[in-house]
């Protein structure tokens, strides 16, 4: 039994190397597609979470995402998620019309120069279905 789960292992990061801590982008961009694919076809693949774990590790150290990292790290938490999600949803500064108000507003928010209410807060958490607190500055 202890073989055969060695052997298993093995095979699996022949097949994606990400999960046997490879630092290439290949590599990372084959493991992203997978992570999508079972989360399409099979969402409660137990593969899923060691994938999302790598891919997460990989994209805090890679080279090509240090500055979105650190503009990310500057950022209150709350303005970082939203940052985050505008990118992982392909949207702009006027896609919160109904949460935050109009395009000037969200981007003095995106710059630090205002806040997140409370209301926005809520709006956006709704939106994205993710608890309240996920929007929390501190």
């Known amino acids: ?8 292992s ?21 493991a992203l597609e997978l992570v999508g694919y079972l989360i399409e076809h099979h969402p409660a693949h137990p593969l899923i979470d060691m994938l999302a774990d790598k891919v997460a590790k990989y994209e805090e150290n890679a080279p090509e995402f240090a500055a979105f990292n650190a ?9 970082a998620l939203l940052r985050v999600l505008m990118d992982q949803h392909g949207l702009n ?3 919160f019309v109904n949460e935050i108000g109009q395009r000037s507003y969200v981007n003095r928010i995106l710059k ?3 806040k997140l209410t409370d209301k926005h807060k ?7 279905n993710l ?3 996920s929007f929390r500055e501190d």
């Open 93 to 95: 500064q006027s896609s």
């Open 10 to 30: 093995n095979n699996l990061i022949k097949a994606v190397p990400l999960l046997g801590g490879s630092r290439s982008k290949s590599d990372y961009e084959q």
């Open 71 to 79: 503009r990310i790290n500057a950022l209150p938490r709350g303005v």
């Open 131 to 133: 608890p309240f607190e």
């Open 1 to 8: 039994m202890i073989n055969e789960a060695i052997q298993a």
């Open 112 to 114: 630090g120069e205002r």
């Open 122 to 128: 809520a709006a956006l958490a709704k939106r994205f």
